[in-house]
């Protein structure tokens, strides 16, 4: 229901009639573009689905279960059974209505086997999800006609797994499909696939199919030679582990921080180019590439480095730049604040923006994360691919796939060549998202988690500027480009935890896999927040169409969880801090940027003892980063549009000077920072109600489907071909528009500024600029000049004022005291520049 914190959330909606319009289009393609399971029927689960351990919500003396105890190849006594696996969402109608009957089944079944009327035994698994602890588990378990399984009459089952991290439904089922069953036999093959209790019939009805396969366990199985085993997709990952040791000195004086080392100094790579950047905030190095990506503020961009970045003894140096820009970047790229790498190099980016189209359009706060594939990978969602007719993930304008690559101005391509010959420039090529969430406007900052136990790794955790708090976003499975569907994900927010924004100032966060913590910069108040990762449980539901007091942007499915997340561990961890921003780890210290001052200050990472700083001179300190391979630290100053700086330590420290340390500590009662008490005692719990999504199993929401229908006849209607009030961007975005009046003109002044062209909209695939007089390029950014002092017919082809890189015009690396780099023009300068060519030539 609703909590005490009601009035914080004055930005939150009731449901209107725009929301159910999103709401349709989105249903609309969830029926299109439904997922698929990791293994189906037919298929021999691999030894790591059989093996792995899933946390039990009910009955509470049941910790944990695994398929390993149903399989007689494993289990003690070589028992044999027919397992089957249900998927629920606990606050789904059709699930409840399901449960009573299966539990009358498991009885049934149970009966039949422990009298020997049927041969073998019967175990049953349910995955229960989206809003579960103990109280919430007992509840379901305890839901009107149901057979309880601590009752005795179905030996304690069914199991009720506690599947917050969805580690078991993504393996059996397609995720947003509810109520279903699977049903494994005693050679842990997955015999049957089988829907709704109520859509079942004589032949395909769960006690039928049990009851065969019971009858079966006689046979003996096949061996992996001749039945092998299912090819293993996203295993649990490998946890990484801390080893305590002793407290570290409280900064002896003699104190070495290997960040700093013993002797360094500020260095700079230099483009030579005033444009490179536009207030960078962000920076992270891409795990493939090693490429060096820098978000920037003022322009809805990311500029890449292309170089050598770990080089151990010539420092840095790079031979590229580019530019990476979304078609829409008024939306999915406004106003950045932070930018992270995940798994699969997958990339996120977080917005300090209320979402006003470039102050087109009042703020309407349908803003958050953004997520990007920046590696082209064929193959399916599951093994970290797309297929390969899908509507590529790099793109032009116009929605012709593109090589990212081919707009680096570099050494060894498109150079001066292409500056006077606009065929040799490649057209600007642009990141589709894969997926965006829309709880947190405002965003401050962001980082990637890397756990160990959700399927598809895509957890990202962010500062919530405009309510104050920490939430963690889980993607699961991206909808990938040219969809909608954000059915399959996960919001959950942390409201025990307040941070404080400071406009403009991002307030970063970092995520130390070994002892499992969240680092927050609480920029407003001046310290470091320290929130065990893997702490907290449902408490409350987020959505206001289930009472809570958030607007619910991104979905109605019941597969979709937007909850409140207490009893979280968390603590202080560091504090006197002049506006701290950047944050980045460097092996068992801590580094924060203090904006106000410009210093780097280093902390113990489990004991919070501050081991010293160095000033860098910055004006505007953001973010920082570690280059992974030599541990140097990177870092961006606001004020610098030409350079990025990092630390060159010109005398290291030794091996081991900043130890282990004791493991984090937290209080040992978990306290709350808002104006309510979360942590309470797990009382049996109130089942959310949701509505009858009969969608999920086979059929259409009719509420839904009577909302305004998105498409191209949206940027026709009266209010949109008058840009007022009842014109929604969003709609227009999601309709297929990238030209519209009402919307930000990417082809005059918009991805660059020396645009001069008329947006001509390619609905549902993009747009292209028709260029005025005199103009050229894909986004009619370059210019013809007209020289009569020379040449034939009167004209000469002239180059910028500033010469393009040449063999030995590359990018250099300086320190504070050596003398500057050498003039370098990137694609970014390129693009803003006078291109001369002969007017002959076009």
């Known amino acids: 229901?609703?909590?005490?914190?009601?009035?914080r959330h004055t930005h939150t909606h009731t449901m209107s009639p725009r929301s159910s319009a999103l709401f349709a289009a989105i249903l609309a393609v969830c029926l299109a573009t439904a997922s698929a399971q990791f293994y189906k029927p037919g298929d021999k689960l691999p030894a790591s689905v059989i093996t792995e351990t899933f946390?039990?919500?009910?009955?509470?003396?049941?910790?944990?279960?695994?398929?390993?105890?149903?399989?007689?190849?494993?289990?003690?006594?070589?028992?044999?059974?027919?397992?089957?696996?249900?998927?629920?969402y606990s606050g789904c109608t059709p699930g409840r209505e399901d449960y009573p009957t299966f539990t009358k089944y498991v009885s049934q079944l149970h009966s039949m086997t422990t009298n020997n009327f049927l041969p073998g035994n019967v175990a049953f698994v349910a995955s229960l999800k989206n809003g579960v602890n103990a109280g919430v588990a007992e509840a379901w378990a305890r839901i009107n006609g149901s057979d309880v399984s601590v009752s005795g009459s179905n030996a304690g089952f069914p199991l009720l797994v506690d599947d917050r991290h969805r580690a078991l439904v993504y393996?059996?089922?397609?995720?947003?499909?509810?109520?279903?069953?699977?049903?494994?036999?005693?050679?842990?093959?997955y015999a049957a696939l089988l829907p709704a209790i109520a859509t079942q019939n004589a032949t395909n009805g769960l006690v039928q199919?049990?009851?065969?396969?019971?009858?079966?366990?006689?046979?003996?199985?096949p061996d992996d030679t001749a039945l092998p085993p299912a090819p293993e997709l996203r295993p649990r990952r490998a946890t990484v582990t801390f080893?305590?040791?002793?407290?570290?000195?409280?900064?002896?004086?003699?104190?070495?921080?290997?960040?700093?080392?013993?002797?360094?100094e500020v260095a700079k790579l230099s483009t030579g180019s005033s444009t490179a950047f536009a207030q960078p905030r962000t920076l992270a190095f891409h795990p493939a590439s090693k490429n060096l990506w820098v978000g920037n503020n003022d322009t809805d961009s990311i500029t890449i480095l292309q170089g050598v970045f770990n080089s151990s003894t010539a420092g840095a140096s790079a031979s590229g730049l580019t530019h990476r820009f979304d078609r829409a970047p008024f939306h999915y790229m406004d106003q950045m604040a932070a930018l992270a790498f995940g798994s699969n190099n997958m990339m996120a980016t977080c917005q300090e923006s209320v979402n006003t189209y470039a102050g087109m359009k009042a703020a309407n706060n349908f803003m958050g994360p953004t997520l990007y594939s920046t590696v082209v990978k064929e193959g399916t969602p599951a093994t970290g691919g797309w297929p390969k007719n899908i509507k590529g993930i790099y793109i032009t304008a116009e929605g012709?796939?593109?090589?990212?690559?081919?707009?680096f101005e570099s050494t060894g391509g498109n150079s001066s060549a292409a500056a006077a010959n606009a065929s040799a420039a490649p057209p600007t090529c642009f990141m589709t998202h894969a997926d965006m969430l829309h709880a947190s406007p405002l965003c401050m900052g962001m980082a990637h988690d890397p756990e160990a136990v959700t399927p598809y790794n895509n957890v990202f955790w962010v500062f919530d500027g405009l309510n104050s708090t920490l939430i963690r976003y889980d993607f699961e499975q991206p909808h990938g480009p040219a969809s909608l569907d954000h059915s399959l994900a996960n919001v959950r927010r942390y409201p025990e935890v307040k941070l404080t924004r400071v406009p403009g100032v991002p307030g970063h966060i970092i995520v130390d896999p070994e002892t499992r913590t969240v680092f927050i910069v609480d920029t407003g108040a001046g310290r470091i927040v320290a929130v065990h990762a893997d702490s907290g449980r449902y408490v409350d539901e987020a959505r206001n169409d289930l009472g809570g007091n958030f607007t619910l942007w991104s979905s109605p499915a019941p597969s979709f969880e937007y909850t409140l997340f207490g009893c979280s561990q968390h603590k202080t961890f560091a504090t006197g801090i002049d506006k701290p921003s950047g944050i980045a780890l460097h092996g068992n210290t801590l580094l924060v940027g203090e904006h106000g001052t410009g210093k780097i200050i280093a902390f113990h990472k489990t004991?919070?003892?501050?081991?010293?700083?160095?000033?860098?001179?910055?004006?505007?300190?953001?973010?920082?980063?570690?280059?992974?391979?030599?541990?140097?630290?990177?870092?961006?100053?606001?004020?610098?549009?030409?350079?990025?700086?990092?630390?060159?330590?010109?005398?290291?420290?030794?091996?081991?000077?900043?130890?282990?340390g004791p493991a984090m500590t937290y209080p040992a009662t978990p306290s709350s920072e808002g104006s309510r008490e979360y942590c309470k005692a797990e009382a049996l719990g109130v089942l959310s109600t949701h509505r009858n999504h009969t969608l999920h199993v086979g059929d259409n929401n009719a509420t839904n489907n009577s909302m305004t229908p998105l498409g191209p006849g949206y940027g026709l209607t009266p209010s949109c071909m008058a840009c007022d009030a009842g014109c929604d961007n969003d709609m227009l975005l999601m309709s297929?528009?990238?030209?519209?009046?009402?919307?930000?003109?990417?082809?005059?002044?918009?991805?660059?500024?020396?645009?001069?062209?008329?947006?001509?909209?390619?609905?549902?695939?993009?747009?292209?600029?028709?260029?005025?007089?005199?103009?050229?390029?894909?986004?009619?950014?370059?210019?013809?000049?007209?020289?009569?002092?020379?040449?034939?017919?009167?004209?000469?082809?002239?180059?910028?004022?500033?010469?393009?890189?040449?063999?030995?015009?590359?990018?250099?690396?300086?320190?504070?005291?050596?003398?500057?780099?050498?003039?370098?023009?990137?694609?970014?300068?390129?693009?803003?520049a006078v291109i001369a060519v002969a007017a002959a030539v076009l």
């Open 607 to 660: 004991t919070g003892a501050r081991l010293g700083e160095f000033n860098t001179g910055a004006k505007k300190l953001f973010g920082l980063t570690v280059e992974p391979t030599t541990g140097v630290v990177w870092f961006v100053d606001g004020a610098d549009a030409s350079s990025v700086s990092y630390i060159k330590r010109t005398e290291t420290c030794a091996a081991g000077s900043v130890p282990n």
């Open 400 to 407: 012709k796939n593109c090589d990212p690559d081919a707009g």
């Open 171 to 189: 393996k059996l089922f397609d995720a947003g499909m509810h109520p279903a069953y699977a049903v494994l036999d005693h050679c842990m093959r």
């Open 209 to 221: 199919v049990v009851s065969d396969l019971l009858k079966n366990t006689t046979q003996a199985c």
């Open 243 to 264: 080893t305590p040791g002793p407290a570290p000195a409280a900064a002896p004086p003699s104190a070495c921080v290997p960040a700093f080392g013993k002797a360094r």
């Open 1 to 7: 229901g609703a909590h005490t914190d009601a009035a």
């Open 55 to 88: 946390d039990v919500a009910f009955p509470a003396d049941v910790a944990n279960v695994s398929l390993a105890q149903y399989d007689f190849t494993r289990n003690a006594g070589a028992k044999k059974y027919v397992t089957v696996v249900a998927t629920f």
């Open 736 to 832: 297929g528009y990238y030209c519209h009046k009402c919307l930000p003109d990417n082809c005059r002044q918009g991805i660059f500024a020396t645009s001069a062209g008329t947006c001509s909209n390619i609905i549902g695939k993009g747009y292209k600029c028709e260029c005025d007089a005199g103009a050229f390029g894909d986004h009619c950014q370059h210019r013809v000049v007209t020289d009569n002092g020379a040449g034939a017919g009167g004209n000469v082809v002239t180059t910028p004022s500033t010469p393009m890189s040449t063999p030995s015009d590359t990018m250099t690396a300086t320190s504070a005291s050596s003398s500057a780099a050498r003039p370098w023009v990137a694609a970014w300068a390129m693009s803003f």
